[in-house]
């Protein structure tokens, strides 16, 4: 598997406090991707970035924001987390231009009560 | 918006009886992309189709892109335990940039 590592792996917070989670990669690509994961709805990207501090939105991005200072690191941030924000998040990396193959993380399954 | 449509939702099957799952998009693609999600795992890159018409193997498993590039099929022969997990299709939007993937098809194995 290709080096992503994803933190936390598990997380509960309360509504309205920020949570911020992170994805490290030691593969030095240049695309990286964070989407979430819920039953019925299969894997929907949140935002992505093509290189640092170089991000755009994706189909879901109301509620998060991201960062990328380094490489290596994509930090989604959610600023007042709600309910409807629990979820299974994933980051994916890529290499390439025109789509080549992601690799994802272990996921993060982040509860928000 | 790009839209990626997968059936079944779900899909039961005897171990040993075939299976196949159905992707169609609302717009034609220049490549579609197949992953496999077992149960409580990420999702895993198995295959990319680029031409019209294009079929790959790996295995059991037998990958389809339609001529028109709009859809696409991955048909598993003699399904194993271990095929169980959730197949995604996934196509290119926004020049590329992004990846826009299917519900996903469930396939339960029972042995």
């Known amino acids: 598997d290709a080096g992503i590592t994803q933190s936390p792996r598990h997380k509960v917070t309360e509504t309205g406090t920020p949570v911020t989670l992170r994805c490290h990669q030691t593969e030095n690509h240049r695309y990286m991707y964070w989407y979430r994961q819920d039953p019925g709805h299969g894997l929907r990207l949140i935002h992505y970035s093509y290189g640092v501090k170089d991000t755009d939105k994706g189909e879901v991005s109301d509620g998060y924001s991201v960062s990328r200072s380094k490489t290596e690191d994509f930090l989604l941030t959610l600023e007042s987390a709600t309910s409807s924000q629990t979820s299974v998040y994933f980051c994916?990396?890529?290499?390439?231009?025109?789509?080549?193959?992601?690799?994802f993380g272990n996921g993060t399954r982040l509860t928000v009560t | 918006g790009q839209q990626v449509m997968q059936i079944p939702q779900y899909q039961h099957v005897q171990e040993g009886e075939d299976f196949t799952t159905y992707c169609n998009s609302s717009t034609t693609l220049s490549n579609i992309q197949w992953y496999k999600q077992r149960p409580g795992g990420h999702p895993v890159f198995l295959i990319q189709l680029v031409k019209s018409g294009e079929v790959k193997k790996q295995k059991r498993l037998t990958f389809q892109f339609g001529e028109a590039k709009k859809n696409s099929s991955l048909h598993i022969t003699a399904t194993q335990t271990t095929d169980v997990g959730t197949y995604f299709c996934a196509g290119p939007y926004n020049a590329g940039n992004m990846l826009t993937f299917g519900g996903g098809t469930r396939l339960m194995v029972k042995p």
């Open positions: 994916a990396i890529s290499g390439g231009q025109e789509m080549t193959p992601l690799h």
